[in-house]
């Protein structure tokens, strides 16, 4: 299965959730799954790099209170739209982010 695992904190992670999303998907890799996170980035553009076999997307984010939650959500869905080919499966670990939406059913979608 190809999974799309969208969190909210910086990465790599220290604790909480993000720590968890992380080995949560360093398992699914060891399990034959592909998985690619996607997290908050920075003001610069979204970017990609590997880290330990696994793709990672810093998404755009300004900590601009209270539009950072808006704005953010617009960056991943657009990355979300350029990665639908690519994802079976969204997870979201995030209260930052509107649930994708999917232009083509089937699709699956889970929130933790």
């Not at 910086?10 to 949560?24: K, M």
């Not at 699914?28 to 590997?50: A, D, F, K, S, Y």
């Not at 657009?78 to 649930?99: A, C, G, T, Y």
């Given at each position: 299965?190809?999974?799309g695992m969208?969190m909210?904190v910086p ?14 998907a360093?398992n699914?890799?060891q399990l034959?799954h592909?998985?690619?996170i996607i ?10 790099e590997?880290?330990e076999?696994i ?5 755009r984010f300004?900590p ?6 808006h704005?953010?959500?617009l960056?991943?869905?657009k ?6 080919p ?21 699709w ?5």
């Amino acid at each position: 299965m190809r999974i799309g695992m969208i969190m909210s904190v910086p990465f790599p992670p220290g604790e909480g959730i993000g720590f968890y999303v992380w080995h949560l998907a360093r398992n699914l890799t060891q399990l034959g799954h592909g998985v690619q996170i996607i997290t908050r980035g920075n003001v610069g553009p979204t970017r990609r790099e590997v880290v330990e076999g696994i793709p990672v997307w810093w998404v755009r984010f300004w900590p601009t209170y209270p539009l950072h939650v808006h704005l953010h959500s617009l960056f991943v869905d657009k990355l979300v739209r350029q990665l639908e080919p690519e994802i079976d499966l969204f997870h979201l670990h995030s209260p930052w982010s509107n649930i994708p939406a999917r232009s083509a059913p089937p699709w699956s979608l889970f929130t933790a």
